[in-house]
């Protein structure tokens, strides 16, 4: 594909969403979409990474990660050749929005925020 002079190609893609683990599931959901129940699920794994940053990941986080592992996984033969410490930027403009709201709350109720719990809440905690 090529935009602007500028050329690239996709090796690998990957998907994560609870209670769609495989192709086949996420193929029914394609042919027929659902609304995907989130209500006591459990987050992805994330075995790729240290237990020390996955102890910190929060869902939304672990989400996007366990996507990101996938894709430079060695679990599938791509026709590529990946280096093995790929440069990867992930961003969010809100950080985990979820742990925002928990801080916007904790602000109302209290009138201060943890100078921990902002750290992890802001756009390049993940």
């Given at each position: 594909?090529?935009?602007?002079?500028?050329?690239?190609?996709?090796?690998?893609?990957?998907?994560?969403?609870?209670?769609?683990?495989?192709?086949?599931?996420?193929?029914?959901?394609?042919?027929?979409?659902?609304?995907?129940?989130?209500?006591?699920?459990?987050?992805?794994?994330?075995?790729?990474?240290?237990?020390?940053?996955?102890?910190?990941?929060?869902?939304?986080?672990?989400?996007?990660?366990?996507?990101?592992?996938?894709?430079?996984?060695?679990?599938?033969?791509?026709?590529i050749d990946l280096?093995?410490?790929?440069?990867?930027?992930?961003?969010?403009?809100?950080?985990?929005?979820?742990?925002?709201?928990?801080?916007?709350?904790?602000?109302?109720?209290?009138?201060?925020?943890?100078?921990?719990?902002?750290?992890?809440?802001?756009?390049?905690?993940?």
């Amino acid at each position: 594909m090529s935009i602007n002079s500028v050329h690239f190609s996709i090796a690998k893609h990957a998907q994560w969403a609870p209670g769609l683990s495989t192709d086949a599931a996420w193929q029914a959901w394609l042919e027929q979409a659902f609304m995907i129940d989130e209500q006591g699920a459990s987050p992805p794994a994330v075995a790729a990474m240290p237990a020390m940053l996955r102890r910190r990941a929060r869902f939304l986080g672990r989400m996007a990660l366990e996507v990101a592992y996938a894709c430079v996984s060695d679990e599938h033969n791509l026709p590529i050749d990946l280096p093995d410490d790929v440069p990867t930027l992930f961003c969010s403009r809100h950080g985990e929005v979820g742990h925002s709201i928990e801080l916007l709350q904790e602000q109302i109720r209290e009138g201060t925020v943890s100078p921990i719990g902002f750290s992890s809440a802001v756009h390049n905690a993940t």
